[in-house]
């Protein structure tokens, strides 16, 4: 099957390049209020799960152990930029456990997203360390999960560990799905990552938006997640980062985040729905232009909050000496 063309680049008037991809739209009872492409085929959802893996972190009881308000459930749902707002949260919070860095097992990485933060790092002579890694808020909310529960901190990341397996049984709980072994891979940050459809993803997300059809403990928290989230988005992401602005824009409204691969997951809890889409060829910039234009379309009629998602349904192209080349624009509008 071939999936739609959701995003076209243009230049000298002429579509140059496009991006296809599949986009599924759910309500908490299932419905799906608009499906486009191959939405019933499992896609590894990636970072786009990280609220998902964090549940167990505010349903064991550590995040109320260790004093965890919004900022650091922001962080724990994060693919963040490394910025030192970032970096200094993560270790406060394994302090609170009395942990440290040591016991991080995503690995170290350069920031990837931000010349200046690469640059100021550079700068320091400092090499980057376990908590520069995007997915360190994640994991340090594996690892107080861990602490608190009795469970042992090292290995966490293992699909064995106590903690791995109390997240796939939450994942097939919120998306009605069981994971199959072939949908089983590891992740960028060495962190099992499992692969489920868009529809059943969309439909997660909409449950967790609303609460329905949940547990009462589980309802709680994934609210309570959503929430600090919505309300620091710059601890779940960056500054200048795609997820940041279309939180701020939605203003408690939106929740919106983004997975390795071309994938983004979102939410509009007053209207009960979840949204999970992929760019088939893995580009960010093509899931960030095909949820901006299902955003419009959904959202569109609001006029205040509408015209400034439209403003994120295109994107000038230049070139480096500032003239305009073309555009990017989503087509699914």
């Given at each position: ?12 008037g ?7 991809g ?13 499906s486009l492409?191959?939405t ?7 970072s ?6 964090a549940?167990?972190?505010v349903?064991s ?8 308000a ?5 962080l ?7 910025e ?18 040591p016991?991080?097992?995503c ?14 790092l550079?700068?320091?002579?400092a ?9 360190s ?18 290995g ?5 560990h ?10 097939e ?8 072994p072939?949908?089983?891979?590891v ?14 993803f969309?439909?997660g ?12 403990t589980?309802?709680?928290?994934a ?28 203003q ?7 997975g390795a ?7 509009i809890p ?16 093509a899931?960030?232009?095909?949820l ?18 439209s ?12 003239i ?10």
């Amino acid at each position: 099957m071939n999936n739609p063309v959701l995003v076209e680049l243009t230049r000298g008037g002429m579509v140059e390049s496009v991006h296809r991809g599949s986009v599924a739209v759910v309500d908490a009872s299932g419905k799906s209020l608009l499906s486009l492409g191959e939405t019933e085929k499992p896609v590894f959802a990636r970072s786009a799960m990280k609220l998902i893996q964090a549940l167990p972190l505010v349903e064991s009881g550590a995040a109320d152990a260790y004093g965890f308000a919004n900022k650091e459930l922001s962080l724990a749902c994060a693919s963040h930029s490394s910025e030192a707002g970032h970096t200094q949260l993560a270790q406060k919070m394994l302090r609170a456990a009395r942990l440290d860095e040591p016991d991080l097992e995503c690995g170290a990485h350069w920031p990837l997203f931000g010349d200046r933060t690469r640059l100021e790092l550079a700068q320091s002579g400092a090499l980057p360390t376990a908590l520069h890694n995007n997915c360190s808020g994640k994991h340090t909310g594996f690892l107080c999960c861990a602490k608190h529960s009795g469970m042992k901190t090292s290995g966490y990341t293992r699909a064995d560990h106590a903690l791995q397996r109390d997240i796939v049984g939450t994942i097939e709980n919120v998306v009605s799905e069981k994971l199959l072994p072939d949908q089983c891979g590891v992740d960028g940050c060495s962190a099992p990552t499992f692969a489920a459809s868009l529809k059943g993803f969309a439909h997660g997300y909409a449950r967790l938006a609303t609460g329905v059809n949940l547990q009462l403990t589980r309802a709680s928290a994934a609210k309570r997640l959503m929430t600090a989230c919505m309300a620091e988005p710059w601890y779940m992401a960056g500054t200048d980062r795609f997820c940041t602005r279309v939180m701020e824009i939605g203003q408690g409204r939106i929740f919106a985040k983004v997975g390795a691969e071309g994938v983004y997951i979102a939410a509009i809890p007053e209207l009960g729905l979840g949204i999970a889409l992929k760019a088939d060829d893995g580009a960010e910039r093509a899931a960030e232009m095909m949820l901006a234009g299902v955003l419009q379309k959904l959202l569109g009629e609001d006029v205040a909050l509408g015209e400034k998602i439209s403003s994120l349904t295109h994107r000038d192209l230049r070139n480096w000496n500032g003239i305009l080349t073309g555009q990017m624009r989503a087509t699914v509008l």
